[in-house]
């Protein structure tokens, strides 16, 4: 037990101590001077009852051991006498202090009303939890069916994207103000692209026209002629890659001749080491 907490108690007895003698009021002082006395007594008894008990072998003295501890502090007369001071009738019990706010009581929460027991369940079953316990709660709101509604919610969702696509363009683009005075940018507006001439685009209406193909913009040419030279040229070039590969691929087959005449090959197990053998010329 906390020592705060064990003299508050010594300091309640002592209180009723100098009521059954007549005292009505003591001075702070004092009452801790007679506190420290008592505290001292009952420490220096319970040492002496606790020898007492260890010495008999005891791990907790019993009433035997606290009288031999009374006795030898000289406080001890007789058994009748100290049963008389315990059975006195003018005992005073001061009542515990009562706070000045009394404590707010806790309430549990209590999400519907518990279930009774069903009759054949006995009575000293415990009582069934709250219902959400054991019975599906939803935890989430009906969708809303109703027209307008959705109305509303579509116009004020298309609302809030207009400005911020309005916002977005005002801070990345060009912008023009109704005032003079540039730096005020409270009345901040798209800046206008004018084009030439203005009633072009009214001319052609393109509300299906997504993406512009720039194949279609293009005027075709007819180049017939140029595609033909281009396919003799691409000929061309073609025999002339496979001469020189011709021409490669025999001067490797010689300059191999010349190391297997020098050298004998090793056979080798593995085929990614293996030299590469290129095809047969037509």
Known sequence: MDKTMERKFLKTTVAGILMENGFQAAEPSAMETLVEMLFSVLSQMGNSSRRYAEVAGRLEPLGADVMMGLIDMGMFKNASSLLAYAKRSNRAVLPSPVPSVQPRQTSNLQAGTRLPHPSYMPSYMPAFPDPHAYIRTPTHKQPVTEYEAIREKSAIQKHELEKSLIKFLLKTGPTESLFLN???????????????????????????????????????????????????????????N??????NEEEEDINNGDETESK??????????????YPAAP
């Open 264 to 277: 004998p090959e090793e056979p080798i197990d593995n085929p990614f080491l293996r030299p590469v053998k």
């Open 182 to 240: 540039q730096e005020n940018d409270c009345f901040a507006l798209i800046a206008n692209k004018p084009q030439q001439p203005a009633y072009f685009s009214a001319l052609l209406p393109q509300d299906q026209v997504f993406d512009e193909d720039p194949d279609e913009t293009e005027i075709p040419v007819p180049t017939k002629k140029i595609k033909f030279k281009k396919d003799i040229q691409i000929k061309e070039e073609f025999d002339e």
């Open 242 to 247: 496979e001469e020189q590969e011709n021409e």
